[in-house]
């Protein structure tokens, strides 16, 4: 098995035929994916040069950019926080309400269900940066990837062309939650949810169509493009090829700082998959981590409890792996 760009082995399936497939060979499922592939990729990036176009005729205002902010936030706790901290590591624990609205707001990123979410990321990190792996950019398939077209694989042709995960043996969990299987079926109202509500707002605080137009364009499209790219892919990507490997870890996750202050702390990739439980994920006190802030204000709040974080003895016994490896 094939673990990093370092290594010398070559790349074998590590799964035998007595266990249980990790991705299902479904011609109808393949299809819906990659028809949600095309609606994630091509409609925000059309949408977003619609944007540019109207903005360099009209200018954009504190409206559009209020709305951007807004929206972009509210995702990126949804996806931040909601998907990947909450339902996917489980790194505290939080009431139903809360888990809801969560889940709601991670749908509005337009980046798949609450399930279908977690069963992917879930296989990345078992099999992170080797064969199995759905998305790393350092191999695809029993195919080594360098450079640009690793690149490319991990940031979006791999919604294209891998396999379906197996949720039933990645996301069991969430597959037996009665009430996230009805918010997983209310998933496109939710999409159109996340692009009404700034439609509706421009169009209110401006008073005009073309205000309804804009807020759906940048509260929406724009906001889509930007967090798909940045929060997820770019991590995707970026985050397994470029910045420093503080920690220990038989794979290429890397901190980037510049990823780290767009995408609600998740750049912080090094230290995420050192310590994936952590639902702290800056664990520097200069490391910028958004959603690791807004995780301590629920807890201050009494919404969010069992908040796990690594000791510093942990931490010091991760950095000392990689001084006695360079050693």
Same mark, same amino acid.
């Given at each position: 098995?094939?673990?990093?760009?370092?290594?010398?082995?070559?790349?074998?399936?590590?799964?035998?035929?007595?266990?249980?497939?990790?991705?299902?060979?479904?011609?109808?499922?393949?299809?819906?994916?990659?028809?949600?592939?095309?609606?994630?990729?091509?409609?925000?990036?059309?949408?977003?040069?619609?944007?540019?176009?109207?903005? $360099?005729?009209? *200018? &954009?205002?504190? !409206?559009?950019? @209020?709305? /951007?902010?807004?929206?972009?936030?509210?995702?990126?706790? =949804?996806?931040?926080?909601?998907?990947?901290?909450?339902?996917?590591?489980?790194?505290?624990?939080?009431?139903?309400?809360?888990?809801?609205?969560?889940?709601?707001?991670?749908?509005?990123?337009?980046?798949?269900?609450?399930?279908?979410?977690?069963?992917?990321?879930?296989?990345?990190?078992?099999?992170?940066?080797?064969?199995?792996?759905?998305?790393?950019?350092?191999?695809?398939?029993?195919?080594?990837?360098?450079?640009?077209?690793?690149?490319?694989?991990?940031?979006?042709?791999?919604?294209?062309?891998?396999?379906?995960?197996?949720?039933?043996?990645?996301?069991?969990?969430?597959?037996?939650?009665?009430?996230?299987?009805?918010?997983?079926?209310?998933?496109?109202?939710?999409?159109? $949810?996340?692009? *009404? &509500?700034?439609? !509706?707002?421009? @169009?209110? /605080?401006?008073?005009?169509?073309?205000?309804?137009?804009? =807020?759906?364009?940048?509260?929406?499209?724009?906001?889509?493009?930007?967090?798909?790219?940045?929060?997820?892919?770019?991590?995707?990507?970026?985050?397994?090829?470029?910045?420093?490997?503080?920690?220990?870890?038989?794979?290429?996750?890397?901190?980037?700082?510049?990823?780290?202050?767009?995408?609600?702390?998740?750049?912080?990739?090094?230290?995420?998959?050192?310590?994936?439980?952590?639902?702290?994920?800056?664990?520097?006190?200069?490391?910028?981590?958004?959603?690791?802030?807004?995780?301590?204000?629920?807890?201050?709040?009494?919404?969010?409890?069992?908040?796990?974080?690594?000791?510093?003895?942990?931490?010091?016994?991760?950095?000392?792996?990689?001084?006695?490896?360079?050693?």
């Amino acid at each position: 098995m094939w673990m990093s760009t370092d290594s010398k082995t070559q790349l074998e399936p590590i799964v035998s035929a007595k266990e249980p497939k990790i991705t299902l060979n479904h011609p109808r499922l393949k299809a819906i994916q990659r028809r949600a592939a095309w609606a994630a990729t091509l409609i925000p990036a059309l949408g977003s040069v619609l944007a540019f176009v109207i903005a $360099l005729q009209t *200018g &954009i205002g504190p !409206v559009e950019i @209020g709305l /951007l902010v807004m929206m972009y936030s509210l995702t990126a706790i =949804g996806i931040s926080v909601g998907y990947h901290r909450y339902f996917c590591h489980c790194t505290f624990q939080t009431n139903t309400t809360v888990r809801v609205i969560l889940a709601i707001l991670g749908s509005m990123a337009l980046m798949g269900t609450v399930t279908s979410w977690v069963a992917d990321h879930r296989r990345h990190h078992k099999y992170t940066d080797a064969y199995g792996d759905p998305h790393s950019p350092h191999c695809h398939d029993d195919q080594r990837l360098t450079g640009l077209r690793g690149l490319w694989h991990a940031h979006v042709s791999w919604m294209f062309n891998s396999d379906i995960t197996n949720f039933a043996l990645f996301a069991k969990d969430l597959l037996q939650d009665s009430t996230l299987v009805k918010v997983n079926r209310l998933y496109w109202t939710w999409v159109m $949810l996340g692009l *009404g &509500i700034p439609a !509706v707002l421009g @169009g209110i /605080l401006t008073a005009s169509w073309m205000g309804a137009l804009q =807020g759906f364009l940048w509260g929406g499209l724009v906001r889509i493009f930007l967090i798909n790219n940045i929060l997820a892919w770019g991590n995707n990507s970026i985050g397994h090829y470029y910045g420093s490997r503080p920690f220990k870890v038989n794979d290429q996750s890397r901190n980037n700082f510049w990823l780290a202050v767009q995408n609600f702390g998740e750049g912080w990739h090094n230290n995420h998959h050192a310590f994936p439980n952590s639902a702290i994920m800056g664990l520097e006190w200069w490391q910028i981590d958004m959603g690791g802030w807004v995780i301590r204000v629920l807890e201050k709040l009494g919404l969010a409890w069992e908040v796990k974080v690594p000791s510093a003895a942990a931490r010091e016994a991760k950095r000392n792996e990689v001084e006695k490896a360079e050693g």
